[in-house]
């Protein structure tokens, strides 16, 4: 490895946020190269209680037409009465208005797939995760119009 004079490279368990979010801009900043004009949205709807307590909710982002759904959880006396798909469906309008076509997630074998395939989710990838688990990769299209060109 050859760093210039004065860097250095260190791992850190607890990185500030605003450290974290220098990589997202970096690599933002190069992938417009390839992808055009990027713009990531955040996709966040909760549940809440009357004590404004967070008992389930969605969260996630739009980047590159894509929408990626990072949690989706509901507190186990809440599920099995429409919260989750009444999250993925508003999530999904979401993602809709600010111009992605199509959705990602990753759930593990005990979690909820069968959840999704009842959305019209598809399996596109699955791992090991651990060795008596798997992690399974799905994705939906939102809509067979293709991304919004920048006029520019």
Same mark, same amino acid.
Do not use: C
């Given at each position: 490895?050859? +760093?210039?004079?004065g860097?250095?490279i260190? $791992?850190e !368990?607890?990185p500030? &946020?605003?450290?974290?979010?220098?990589l997202?801009?970096?690599?933002? !900043?190069y992938?417009r /190269?390839f992808?055009?004009p990027?713009e990531?949205? =955040?996709?966040?709807i909760?549940v809440?209680?009357?004590?404004?307590?967070v008992?389930?909710?969605?969260?996630g %982002?739009v980047? &590159?037409?894509?929408?990626?759904?990072k949690?989706?959880?509901?507190?186990?006396?809440?599920r099995? %009465?429409g919260i989750? =798909? /009444?999250l993925?469906?508003?999530?999904?309008?979401r993602?809709?208005?600010?111009?992605?076509?199509?959705v990602?997630?990753?759930t593990?074998s005990f979690q909820?797939?069968? $959840?999704y395939?009842? +959305?019209?989710y598809?399996?596109?990838?699955?791992?090991?995760f651990p060795?008596?688990?798997?992690?399974? $990769?799905?994705?939906?299209?939102?809509?067979?119009?293709?991304?919004?060109?920048?006029?520019?």
């Amino acid at each position: 490895m050859d +760093l210039p004079p004065g860097y250095r490279i260190g $791992f850190e !368990e607890r990185p500030a &946020g605003r450290d974290s979010d220098a990589l997202g801009v970096g690599l933002d !900043e190069y992938n417009r /190269e390839f992808l055009g004009p990027t713009e990531l949205h =955040r996709v966040a709807i909760f549940v809440r209680d009357e004590a404004g307590t967070v008992r389930g909710g969605l969260d996630g %982002h739009v980047y &590159g037409g894509w929408l990626f759904v990072k949690y989706l959880w509901v507190r186990a006396d809440l599920r099995r %009465h429409g919260i989750g =798909r /009444e999250l993925m469906a508003q999530a999904e309008r979401r993602a809709l208005e600010v111009g992605a076509h199509s959705v990602w997630l990753d759930t593990f074998s005990f979690q909820a797939p069968g $959840f999704y395939q009842k +959305l019209g989710y598809r399996e596109f990838g699955r791992l090991d995760f651990p060795p008596e688990h798997q992690r399974i $990769f799905l994705q939906k299209l939102l809509s067979r119009e293709p991304p919004h060109a920048d006029a520019s």
